[in-house]
Nanobody, 118 residues
């Protein structure tokens, strides 16, 4: 059974940085896409960054240029470096793996809270 465990969330001031980690266990995910989503209170969940198995990355418009997704296949881990944080980045951030059709993903982490104060 695959488990994804996120860490690195917390409280940070606007303009600051945080680095999220997502460690996978139970299966080698190096051939699978991995991604970060977030959901702010009262808003729909948003896909913000994807790292495909071939090294290609993709970002949602709201974080492009500020966030960087990377992965270490040897550690079965994906990271999200978040710079120039804004209060509107406040959300629960989720790690996913195994992209399916229709925006669905095979595996989800439990989420980690990121709060950006103004």
């Amino acid at each position: 059974q695959v488990q994804l465990v996120e860490s690195g969330g917390g409280l940070v001031q606007a303009g600051g940085s945080l680095r999220l980690s997502c460690a996978a266990s139970g299966r080698d995910l190096s051939a699978n896409a991995m991604a970060w989503h977030r959901q702010a209170p009262g808003k729909q969940r948003e896909l913000i960054a994807t790292a495909f198995s071939g090294g290609i990355t993709d970002y949602g418009g709201s974080v492009k240029g500020r966030f960087t997704i990377s992965r270490d296949n040897a550690k079965n881990t994906v990271y999200l470096q978040m710079d120039s944080l804004k209060p509107e980045d406040t959300a629960v951030y989720y790690c996913t793996a195994g992209k399916l059709g229709g925006g669905r993903w095979s595996y989800w982490g439990q989420g980690t809270q990121v709060t950006v104060s103004s």
